[in-house]
Every structure is written in structure tokens, then in C-alpha cells.
């Protein structure tokens, strides 16, 4: 049974803070690979400045070619729209019926919305949870204080967020050790985010 940490996300763009906690989660917890779901619209989230699915997917292609046991995914790509975890996770257990044990990836800020999101009891049935720390705001509800299936992961603490990194660059600053270095490029030589 291939373990696998499923981290989602809009990626736009993806930096080293996403790369930190994958590389961190493959190689301090027992999943064996982690795959970037590449999600087109979050439910939470507004489209103004997303760039394109597969600009974003590339972006995650570059990142992590390098490392054997991550992956990019585009399984989102073809689903209903605005992404719902518990749809992918139903699409993902038809298309790997055997042999794969999916779990998610997700930060502490994450969590403490986790009530929120779709069937979150049923993602909770049938799948573990990886739960990183993050600074946020808020508290993490009782219910997953203590849960037989949310583990938690003491990879570091790197804040930084894509929306920094957008804005930034906009203004003309020097946002480069932020990115992995194909990404910035990638980036750079396709004026993203200009
Ligand atoms: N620096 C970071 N450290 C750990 N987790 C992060 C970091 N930045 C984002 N994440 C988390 O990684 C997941 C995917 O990131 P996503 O691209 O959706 O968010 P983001 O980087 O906060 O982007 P944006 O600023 O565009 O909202 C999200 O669950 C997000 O909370
Ligand atoms: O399924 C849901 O109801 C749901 C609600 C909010 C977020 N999510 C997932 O969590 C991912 C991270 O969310 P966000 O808003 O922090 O980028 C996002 O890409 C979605 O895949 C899922």
C-alpha cells in the first residue's frame, strides 16, 4: 500500500514554504510520496488575480521534479468547479482503487476552518489528516483537539505566502529566495504577475 499525503492548494505561484512542509512530511512522517493538487477554484477563495490551471501546474512541474517522492497533480483539472475536497477524494478512490492510501496535508489555520468544508465528517471517516503548525489567527475546534485520525507534524514555520510574493514582484522587488529557482525562472521569463 503506496501511502499518499495529498496537499491542496492554488499554487499561485508555489514557494518554498509548500516545498519545506512537502519535503518534510515525506521524509518525517510515514507517507511515502505527497502530490500538490493543483485546484483550479477553491471554495473559499475568489479568482481575481489566479493565473492560468496549467501555468500554476507547471509552476508545481518545475518544483518538484527534482524530488522523487513529490508530484503534481492536475486530478482537480476536469471536476466541478468550485473545488470541493471530498468530491476529489471520492474521484481519486475510482480512479486508484487499489493499492493507494490517500491522506491530507494541512495546516493549522486550515483546521481551525475544517467544520466549514463540505462532508468534513466524511473526509474525516475515510482519511487521515496531516496536520502541520502554522501562525493564525483562531482556535481549533474541540472536536479535532484530540482525534483519532488528525496527526500532528512538527515541520518548521516558514511564513510566506503566494499573495506576498505577487504583490512584491508587482512593485519591482527582489522576491527571488522566496521561489524555487526554476520557478522564478519560469516566472520571470513568462512576466507572470507583472
Ligand atoms: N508559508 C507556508 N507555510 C505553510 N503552509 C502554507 C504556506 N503558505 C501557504 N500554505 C498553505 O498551503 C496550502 C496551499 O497554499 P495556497 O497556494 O492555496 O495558499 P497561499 O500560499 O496562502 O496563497 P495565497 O496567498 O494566494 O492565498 C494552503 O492550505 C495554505 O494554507
Ligand atoms: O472542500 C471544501 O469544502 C474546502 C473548503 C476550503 C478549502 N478546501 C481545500 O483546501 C485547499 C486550501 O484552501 P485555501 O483556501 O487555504 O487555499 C483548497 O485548495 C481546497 O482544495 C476545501
Redesign the pocket.
Known amino acids: 500500500m503506496k501511502k499518499v499525503g495529498l ?6 505561484p508555489i ?1 518554498i ?2 516545498l519545506v ?1 512537502a519535503n518534510h512530511m515525506v521524509e518525517f512522517s510515514d507517507l511515502d510520496e505527497v502530490w500538490f493538487v493543483v485546484t483550479p477554484q ?1 471554495p473559499f ?1 475568489t479568482k481575481k488575480t489566479l493565473l492560468d490551471n496549467h501555468q500554476r501546474f507547471e509552476m508545481v512541474y518545475e518544483a518538484t521534479k527534482d524530488y522523487q517522492k513529490l508530484k503534481p497533480s492536475n486530478i482537480e483539472f476536469k471536476l466541478p468547479q468550485p473545488n470541493y475536497t471530498i468530491n476529489t477524494l471520492v474521484h481519486l478512490g475510482e480512479k486508484y482503487p487499489d493499492g493507494y492510501d490517500f491522506s491530507l496535508i ?2 493549522e ?2 483546521l481551525k476552518g475544517l467544520h466549514k468544508w463540505k462532508n468534513y465528517e466524511a473526509i474525516l471517516d475515510l482519511h487521515h489528516l496531516y496536520v ?1 503548525p ?1 501562525i493564525s489567527e483562531g482556535v481549533i475546534e474541540h472536536q479535532f483537539k484530540v482525534h483519532e485520525k488528525i496527526h500532528r507534524v512538527n515541520a518548521p514555520i ?6 506576498f510574493i505577487r504583490r512584491e514582484h508587482k512593485k519591482g522587488k527582489n522576491i527571488k529566495p522566496l521561489l524555487p529557482p526554476e520557478v522564478w525562472k519560469y516566472m520571470d521569463e513568462m512576466n507572470f504577475y507583472r
Request: charged share 15%.
Open positions: 496537499y491542496f492548494g492554488t499554487f499561485n514557494h514554504g509548500h512542509i477553491s477563495k494541512m495546516g489555520d486550515n502541520y502554522r516558514m511564513e510566506i505566502s503566494s499573495t
